[in-house]
């Protein structure tokens, strides 16, 4: 058992240039579709350099910053299978399932913004955005709070924390409008 802090490291280090992928990502996403709009010949060299950048980044990094980490997790559940039968690592796991809805989300994203199919508004994925960091804001607390029944408050601040966020993106919203 000696070596399984070190694997909780690496599944760790996985996660964390898992969600930096993700939160970037997205925001070239943003970049995408607003070069989309642009006149030529801007809007062609935008749009080329911006799918190498996207390209790049979701198959050397975001991909698998994704499979090492739930290597790692699946291997730390192996050692210590005594983890599932608590409740915050079940819902824990929760979160991890929508974590990887989401990467698969950004996937057909990023297969439709490669083909030059804008499908969704840059305002959308600004919105989007935010779908893992509350995950990654739900995750941390489950971990953090795990023995504690201060888990559901932390899950319910998460619930209030989103509709922050997305009161805090309408406001936004519309200063960029007035602007």
């Known amino acids: 058992m000696e070596y399984y802090l070190y694997i909780k490291s690496l599944h760790l280090i996985f996660v964390i240039t898992w969600f930096a992928a993700l939160f970037y990502i997205v925001r070239i996403f943003v970049y995408q579709i607003e070069a989309s709009h642009k006149p030529s010949p801007e809007k062609e060299i ?17 991909w698998p910053s994704m499979v090492l980490a739930t290597v790692f997790a699946i291997w730390l559940l ?25 990467h698969v989300k950004c996937h057909l994203i990023f297969k439709q913004l490669q083909l030059g199919i804008v ?6 994925m600004r919105l989007f955005n935010e779908g893992a960091t ?14 504690a029944i201060n888990w ?3 899950v319910l601040g998460i619930i ?20």
């Open 46 to 62: 935008l749009g080329s350099q911006l799918k190498i950048m996207a390209y790049r980044l979701w198959y050397i990094i975001s």
């Open 78 to 102: 192996l050692i210590n299978p005594d983890l599932l039968i608590y409740n915050w690592m079940l819902v824990k796991l929760g979160f991890v399932v929508l974590l990887l809805i989401y």
């Open 119 to 124: 499908k969704y508004s840059s305002n959308f």
């Open 134 to 147: 509350i995950i990654l804001f739900a995750v941390v607390f489950l971990v953090i709070l795990r023995d």
């Open 152 to 154: 559901i408050y932390g």
């Open 160 to 179: 209030v924390f989103s509709i922050l966020i997305m009161l805090g993106y309408r406001f936004y919203k519309k200063v960029r409008e007035r602007e």
